[in-house]
């Protein structure tokens, strides 16, 4: 197993013991799926249960300061990196979401064993004015979300989407956000893309619902990855998995089948 690389001026933190939420424990392939800020394993019941239905082991841990995990130390993307590389060497596939996203990123261009990867609107850049509204908007929901409010600002989300994401924000700290977005200034993962062997398929939401992942950075990092696939999904926001989780479904077959 390959060590995270330390990020520029820092030093990677000792791993903590991930809590994760296992489907399947018997099932033959190994998926893991990575979650996004203010979020937790648990908020992959859906595509979790899909993938263990069909036969696979799933893997979904609470990150660093999420769920039932401790927060440690640092949250920069190589010690986050360490704590996921400790739960195993080997996934044929990997689904990250967002900061989970970023994390998978860092896992790829490690050349850990894996499969292939599915990153759902991923944090791979992050500018002075987009941390900082991020921020805010984060920050916001520390220490738990309204429920009806949440509802209503995604119509389109499952019930059950709408309370693992409240019962995730009531787990998580302001003091987490920070973390994570000053422990990785400046945030540019873009040069990893080059370094990414396995099969790789980016998943952008709509510039007009507040993409993460731009269009040109995607074309950029499909242009120069060896294996690396890209689409933006028209009208929806950057929760794919939850507003369209058939297009998730389809992006997962996708890459298992270009193994």
């Known amino acids: 197993m390959n060590a995270p ?34 979020s937790d394993g648990a908020t992959w019941w859906r595509l979790a249960a899909e993938l263990a239905d069909a036969g696979w082991m799933v893997v ?14 640092r949250h920069d993307l190589a010690t986050l990196a360490g704590d996921v590389a400790a739960l195993g060497a080997e996934w044929d596939l990997v689904v990250g979401h967002s900061l989970g996203g970023a994390v998978a990123a860092w896992l790829l261009a490690d050349h850990h064993p894996i499969g292939g990867a599915v990153l759902i609107d991923p944090v791979l850049r992050l500018e002075g004015a987009m941390r900082e509204e991020l921020r805010r908007r984060l ?18 989300w499952d019930e059950r989407d709408v309370w693992r994401k409240v019962l995730a924000t009531r787990l998580t700290g302001p003091d987490v956000v920070d ?17 990414w062997l396995a099969r790789v398929h980016l998943l952008a939401a709509d510039p007009a619902k507040g993409a993460t992942l731009r269009m040109e950075l995607a074309e950029r990092l499909a242009e120069e990855g060896p294996a690396t696939t890209y689409e933006v999904v028209t009208g929806c926001g950057h929760s794919i998995h939850r507003e369209r989780p058939e297009v998730v479904d389809g992006a997962v077959r996708r890459v298992l089948e270009g193994r």
């Open 5 to 38: 690389t330390a990020p520029v001026g820092g030093e990677v933190s000792a791993p903590v013991r991930l809590q994760s939420h296992v489907w399947n424990p018997s099932g033959a392939g190994r998926a893991l799926l990575l979650h996004g800020l203010m």
């Open 139 to 156: 920050r916001a929901e520390a220490g738990g979300v309204d429920p009806a409010e949440l509802a209503r600002r995604h119509p389109e």
């Open 60 to 73: 979904a841990p609470d990150l660093r300061g999420h769920g039932r995990s401790p927060a440690g130390g």
């Open 179 to 195: 973390a994570v977005l000053d422990d990785n200034d400046p945030w540019d993962l873009t040069p990893l893309g080059e370094r």
